[in-house]
């Protein structure tokens, strides 16, 4: 009797232990999804090397992250063992095994990319061996689930495997509590330093430096800076939207090109490099044009060569030049990251709008242009 009364409470357990790992799951997913979209860099805890890992090739299957397919795989065996706990999990036996296969999957994908990470690059990214973690123990639950439901049930034993109205509250609000986790995490680093706020250490850090990168009338009353990776999707959109405004108000505004180049892209500070190199012969917009126009981050060098030759450079002789580290536009990128890191900045691109007699303000790019149609800005545009 106590073999029949403990075998569905432990393949309930189980169950439940699946869920909560699998809401765990979609946490970390979560937030390595999120780190993609809005192009953030996490905190790394102890490892640091989260993103040298999370912008290897390893990281994209199809084009898309690993962790789209990370989130996917976790929320479905989420559901797999909600489904499960509300029919019984004897008559989902099924679905127990449909998990186990789920899981292991998984299992094997996770412990290729930690391969790859610790074996091959020799970086660590806690994230991702929190991920790995968390994949292992769901396939060791699922195999122990699938083996406690082997076998022929009673009735008891079926009912007993059924989850009560206690039960399914507990489970959305372990679904709650990973989105909450998930917004908690992101939307600081998101948030920052707001959609449009006032600038309070910008007399602390040269905005324009002597040498910039400027495009429009050098003598226009309204400077838009922008802090821009050349790699980042979004930033290479933005180029073409800013050119076309600048265009629009000729004369009456600047746009000021400065480099930020995020660790999860390897291939923005090489291209910030050749951009500055290419500013050497007047051909910094021409460059940077032709790399907009991919709309995605490159992933390979020739993909960043490509675009300098376009814009008319001597590849060749850009190589040997740029072979040496005290080469000059080394410097300048420099000074632009340490600007960006002066400033707070935590996302691409960030803009700051300059004006006389209007408090300077920084502003993401989702809001830098209805800031700039507020009144105060138009009367400087129209020149009113």
């Known amino acids: 009797m106590a073999k029949s009364y403990n075998q569905p409470v432990k393949a309930v357990l189980y169950n439940r232990v699946i869920l909560a790992l699998s809401f765990a799951g979609i946490f970390v997913a979560g937030v390595l999804s999120a780190e993609k979209l809005f192009n953030i860099q996490l905190p790394c805890g102890t490892g640091g090397d ?42 989902s036996k099924g679905l127990a095994q449909l998990g186990l296969v789920f899981s292991g999957i998984g299992f094997a994908a996770s412990a290729y990319l930690q391969y790859i990470a610790l074996g ?17 123990l769901i396939f060791f639950f699922s195999w122990l689930l699938v083996s406690e439901l082997s076998g022929q049930p009673s009735e008891g034993e079926i009912e007993q495997t059924r989850w009560r109205r206690a039960d399914q509250l507990l489970a959305i609000g372990g679904f709650a509590a990973a989105l909450l986790s998930i917004t ?3 939307y600081p680093m998101v948030s920052r330093p707001g959609g449009v706020s006032e600038l309070t250490v910008g007399e602390q850090v040269e905005l324009v430096p002597e040498g910039a990168n400027i495009y429009g009338d050098k003598n226009a009353p309204l400077t838009l800076v922008e802090f821009a990776d050349l790699s980042c999707p979004t930033c290479q959109r933005m180029f073409s939207v800013v050119k076309e405004f600048v265009d629009k108000y000729p004369g009456r505004v600047r746009s000021v090109y400065r480099h930020f ?14 951009a500055e190199y290419a500013a050497d012969d007047g ?3 021409a460059y940077v044009g032709a790399l907009s126009q991919a709309g995605e981050a ?17 590849v060749d002789e850009m190589r040997k030049a740029l072979a040496d580290s005290s080469h000059p536009v080394y410097k300048r990128v420099e000074r632009d990251k340490k600007a960006a890191a002066q400033l707070g900045l935590q996302t691409t691109p960030t803009f700051i709008v300059i004006a006389d007699g209007i408090p300077t303000r920084v502003s993401r790019s989702d809001k830098i242009f209805e800031l700039l149609q507020s009144p105060e800005y138009m009367k400087i545009l129209e020149n009113r």
């Open 50 to 91: 989260c993103a040298a890992v999370s912008s290897h090739s390893s990281a994209y299957w199809g084009g898309l992250p690993v962790a789209f397919y990370g989130l996917a795989g976790y929320s479905v065996l989420a559901l797999l063992a909600l489904i499960r706990g509300l029919n019984g999990l004897w008559e």
């Open 120 to 136: 091959v690059l020799g970086k660590r990214c806690d994230w991702c061996l929190a991920s790995a973690a968390l994949m292992t």
């Open 184 to 186: 908690s995490t992101v």
């Open 261 to 274: 180049p995020l660790p999860s892209f390897p291939l923005s500070e090489p291209a910030a490099a050749i």
């Open 283 to 285: 051909k910094f917009f």
């Open 298 to 314: 490159p992933r390979e060098v020739e993909q960043i060569l490509a675009p300098a030759r376009a814009a008319g450079l001597n």
